[in-house]
């Protein structure tokens, strides 16, 4: 069993950031690929940012290109999501997942944390 756990969430102004953290532990974190998601109300959720499992590579949704950033520590079992510049449209709640597979898509994660909540206000 992985257990991961989100923190960092809060309320900020538009045009601020948030740094999001999530630690795991279980299982070896350098054998699953990362993603963040996150869900607006009333909307699905929505993909974010993934990181392969060494890091080498990162992918990301359009709309947050050149804002976020997806990075992790495999020494201490921790993915992170810096996220600048952040809109009003980024609200949502954010959950970290993890994947023994290269994915972006939610079904593709074996593993989910309990999410963390962001706000931004205009």
């Known amino acids: 069993q992985v257990q991961l756990v989100e923190s960092g969430g809060g309320l900020v102004q538009a045009g601020g950031s948030l740094r999001l953290s999530c630690a795991t532990s279980g299982r070896t974190f350098s054998t699953f690929c990362m993603g963040w998601f996150r869900q607006a109300p009333g909307k699905e959720r929505e993909f974010v940012a993934a990181?392969?499992?060494?890091?080498?590579?990162?992918y990301y949704e359009d709309s947050v290109k050149g804002r976020f950033t997806i990075s992790r520590d495999n020494a201490k079992n921790t993915v992170y999501l810096q996220m600048n510049s952040l809109k009003p449209e980024d609200t949502a709640v954010y959950y970290c997942?993890?994947?023994?597979?290269?994915?972006?898509?939610?079904?593709?994660?074996?593993?989910w944390g309990q999410g963390t909540q962001v706000t931004v206000s205009s």
């Open positions: 990181i392969t499992w060494g890091g080498g590579a990162t």
């Open positions: 997942a993890a994947a023994s597979v290269w994915g972006t898509k939610s079904y593709e994660y074996d593993y």
